[in-house]
């Protein structure tokens, strides 16, 4: 069974540092894109960042410069590095993932969401 693990969330300080992992567990033939989500309560979920098989990514303006995705293709996890959080980086995030299969064509995961609370 193929799944996205998440994990790294937690309670930090504003202008703390936080790394999210999702790795994946299970046979796959790669990672063709990445993505990381947030939710908080009584609001809509955003994507935060993103990456392509190519390597290209983005990032929501609010998170620009303090946030950096990443992935690590041997070990077929990705990461989201956080830093310089703000209060309002709070919420449950979420990877997404589009894999490839070996048996299969691609298909798409979400991670089970890891908590992030930033206090002021």
């Known amino acids: 069974q193929v799944q996205l693990v998440e994990s790294g969330g937690g309670l930090v300080q504003a202008g703390g540092s936080l790394r999210l992992s999702c790795k994946v567990s299970?046979?796959?033939?790669?990672?063709?894109?990445m993505g990381w989500y947030r939710q908080a309560p009584g609001k809509q979920r955003e994507l935060v960042a993103d990456i392509t098989a190519g390597g290209s990514s983005k990032y929501i303006d609010s998170v620009k410069g303090r946030f950096t995705i990443s992935r690590d293709s041997a070990q077929n996890t990705g990461y989201l590095q956080m830093n310089s959080l703000k209060p309002e980086d709070t919420g449950i995030y979420y990877c997404?993932?589009?894999?490839?299969?070996?048996?299969?064509?691609?298909?798409?995961?979400w991670g089970q969401g890891t908590q992030v609370t930033v206090s002021s």
């Open positions: 997404n993932a589009r894999l490839g299969m070996y048996y299969r064509g691609p298909a798409d995961y």
């Open positions: 299970g046979r796959i033939s790669s990672i063709n894109y």
